[in-house]
């Protein structure tokens, strides 16, 4: 199964900072077949980007995906309060799909 | 507009099974293949299988064959989620979820049924 390494485990920052959350695959992903998700407390998670770099529908412009291969990264251009969140990615090129264990981005 | 509305909280002793429902509405049911993702108390997201409503196909994470199946009832629109020989370690929040093909991000999730295993 593709193992999916997020970092760091949480990242700590400010409103209107820049967050920039890594997702790393045991092997190589085809970016079609990578997503994003924000969680939350309390909720369901809800889907942000897919195909890696694309936005879901109604998802705000400062949240950005890139990457290909084995690398991915979510931005989050000036975080809003409503930004601090777990977030996950998901890769489905093989099954089982598989998420990462998770970026928690917190109030500094 | 798209809901899947799950049913209500369970309590299980180990051993024992659970079947939990997920009834979508807003959309075409059998044009979409619906996933169940579970997530322990504190911790990560973990896929556990989909189904397709259109031909019944299911597929499942190896973890879990052998110990889950799903079905649907297409008339009312709903799918099951049914796990059996409960273990401590299964309680968790399960949700279930839809995608257009089966290789998708999920766009739309409901809102999570507890599962509590406990003797």
């Known amino acids: 199964e593709i193992v999916l390494t997020q970092s760091p485990g949480t990242l700590s920052l400010s409103p209107g900072e820049r967050a920039t959350l890594s997702c790393k695959a045991s092997?190589?992903?085809?970016?079609?077949?990578l997503a994003w998700y924000q969680q939350r407390p309390g909720q369901a998670p809800r889907l942000l980007m897919y195909a890696a770099s694309s936005r879901a529908t109604g998802i705000p412009d400062r949240f950005s995906g890139s990457g290909s291969g084995t690398d991915f990264t979510l931005t989050i251009s000036s975080l809003e309060p409503e930004d601090f969140a777990v977030y996950y990615c998901e890769q489905f090129e093989a099954s089982p799909r598989t998420f990462g264990q998770g970026t928690k981005v917190e109030i500094k | 507009q798209v809901q899947l509305v799950q049913s209500g909280a369970e309590v299980k002793k180990p051993g024992a099974s659970v079947k939990v429902s997920c009834t979508t509405s807003g959309y075409t049911f059998n044009d979409y293949y619906v996933h169940w993702v579970r997530q322990a108390p504190g911790q990560g997201l973990e896929w556990m299988g989909w189904i397709n409503p259109d031909s019944g196909r299911t597929e499942y994470a190896p973890k879990f064959q052998g110990r889950v199946t799903l079905t649907r009832d297409t008339p009312i629109s709903t799918a099951y989620m049914e796990l059996t020989s409960l273990r401590s370690d299964d309680t968790a929040l399960y949700y279930c979820a839809r995608t257009y093909i089966a290789a998708a991000g999920t766009d739309y999730w409901g809102q999570g049924t507890l599962v509590t295993v406990s003797s």
């Open positions: 092997q190589s992903v085809t970016s079609s077949y």
